[in-house]
């Protein structure tokens, strides 16, 4: 099921972009990440058409809401491109970070579901190639990523397993965002954050 669909040349263009993006990026063997992908996932998501793409427009947080209140479990991850974000990269994770409480307390009823943003204003990750990237189009875009909890975290154990994590944890100094994620998660299939 192909979920992109296009109201403007500009959504194709980032649509391209974000692709191209993630098989120069995302999908090549990494030192970093014990020589698999930064996200080993990604590329067949795209070519499995699990991926829907939405664009926002306008400060409404609308279309985000209603990604996590009507989830289709037929895709693995819903990308939304946020042309009107917030300039600020710190209020933007800190959002999607409170988002993530909240649904973890039922507030979209699926408690099964996580949020995390890529703000055009971030530091750069130094275990990446995406210096090399030439982009598409000019205009800056943040994309906040939503999938379920429970998937995202289970697939994250088995890299974990296989020494992805090692040099990523220790050098970019990430273990507090793993961290928050494993605890939601707990919480979600013991009914608190025991193990």
Request: glycine share 2%; proline share 3%.
């Amino acid at each position: 099921m192909n979920m992109i669909v296009f109201n403007t040349g500009k959504e194709q263009q980032i649509c391209a972009e974000i692709i191209a993006w993630t098989e120069h990026t995302l999908s090549k063997p990494n030192s970093f990440y014990n020589n698999l992908p930064p996200c080993p996932y990604a590329q067949k998501a795209w070519t499995d058409e699990k991926v829907a793409l939405l664009f926002k427009y306008d400060d409404n947080m609308q279309v985000l809401y209603s990604t996590l209140s009507q989830w289709e479990d037929s895709l693995d991850l819903v990308i939304i491109v946020d042309l009107n974000f917030t300039e600020d990269p710190d209020v933007f994770h800190d959002y999607l970070r409170e988002l993530n409480e909240a649904i973890s307390m039922g507030v979209f009823i699926d408690r099964d579901m996580w949020v995390m943003g890529f703000h055009p204003h971030d530091e750069a990750n130094d275990f990446i190639d995406d210096q090399s990237f030439m982009q598409v189009i000019d205009d800056e875009y943040a994309m906040i990523f939503v999938q379920r909890l429970s998937k995202v975290q289970e697939s994250a154990d088995k890299l974990a397993e296989k020494g992805y994590y090692d040099k990523y944890l220790e050098e970019y100094n990430a273990e507090e965002i793993f961290q928050e994620r494993a605890d939601l998660y707990r919480r979600l299939k013991n009914g608190d954050e025991t193990t």
